[in-house]
């Protein structure tokens, strides 16, 4: 039951000693805002990581061509290594398990790109509607690419939103003729990127692959391929028997690491996810030690408060107290210390993550690997229930000695 008495008397002991009081709740309060604070900045760097993959699929694979660097079956080295549309229908009739393969192709240089007299040079890509899911472009305005498109190779283009605000400013692209090495082509959407280098790739122009083989000469060329695998399927997985039917069709040895280069996003996600998994542990081993001098000060603190109350406590033993009522009176007033001071210590490290988040986002600031630095509530939760597992902890000792107390030989004490 709620005992206003014995609440009151905490009360009053913490405001008769309030430099003590104060110094103790500081190493608490000190102890969970640099935990708070260390794994907001750690979620912030995490953040920041991530947005480099924009939102492209995190499980997949890109491959493009190399040249090898090894003999292979009599072969010289540096032989350049080419893919073609052959590869992808290789690709899918011999490897199980592959959801998604698309090609895309690139005009090498950068080409201007033309509208009434407005021009900018940007390069521009031949992909299907498959590899813009995976890469990441998202649709803002008009639609993306599609399945006919590349099947009645249409002269239609999209537009990186940068290229859009160059050549048409805020007038409405979607219908308009653009000039691309003198074809023109329809512009039927306006696509944004989100990551931290979105801003660069929005400075792109995207076309139908199979528009891009026919009318810019690269017949049975491709120059990149993108998959993904079906659900729960290891990518490197699907990476490695990719190798093996590549190098079976070109005739390089799959040791060969010069003769393909591979991008795998699942690889390196969860290398990224290891990594970050240290740090994490790292931070609340020290936000953890921080806490620990914090309690270990609250304990010493308590077991000062129970040496000065002796004579208190013997009266009240021998009035007929329980051990129990002694001993929750030391615990609570150990928890208030720490539950209250670790409490502001939470908001206090929380608040300076918003401010910061604040600072960022109201100034448009994006930081190469650094964005949202935030705290979970799981990590919130965590840190509540530690508190009040310090609180009863940092007592339990001081209070079991205040419990141990005889009353003869408290009254006897100076």
Known sequence: MFDLDKWQEILGTLRKNKLRSFLTAFGVFWGIFMLVLLLGMGKGLQNGIYNRFGEGAKNSIFFFTGRTSVAHQGLAPGREIKFTNDDLTAIMREVNNIKIIAPRNRLFGEFTINYKKQNGSYQVFGSTDDFLLLNGERLNKGRLLNAMDAKEK???????????????????????????????????????????????????????????????????????????????????????????????????STDDSMALYVNNNETELNQINGLFRGIEIFVWIVG?????????????????????????????????????????????ESIVITAFSGYLGLLAGAGLLDIIRYLLESNGVELPFFAHPEVDLGVAISATILLVLAGALAGLVPALKAAHIKPIEALRAD
């Open 154 to 252: 249409r002269k239609v283009v999209i537009l990186g939103e940068a290229a859009k605000k160059v050549l048409f400013g805020d007038q409405n692209a979607i219908g308009e003729y653009v000039n691309i090495r003198g074809i023109y082509f329809k512009v039927v959407g306006i696509f944004n990127i989100k990551g931290n280098d979105g801003a660069r790739r929005e400075e792109r122009a995207y076309i139908p692959f199979s528009t891009l083989q026919i009318t810019f000469n690269q017949p049975n060329q491709v120059q990149v391929m993108a998959m993904v695998g079906q659900n729960g399927i290891p990518a490197k997985q699907i990476e490695d028997k990719v190798k093996k039917v590549l190098a079976k069709r070109h005739k390089f």
């Open 288 to 332: 953890i030690g921080t806490l620990i001098a914090g309690i270990v000060g609250v304990s010493n603190i308590m077991l000062i408060i129970v040496k000065e109350r002796t004579r208190e406590i013997g009266v009240r033993k021998a009035l007929g107290a329980t051990p129990f009522s002694i001993v929750s009176l030391i615990l609570q």
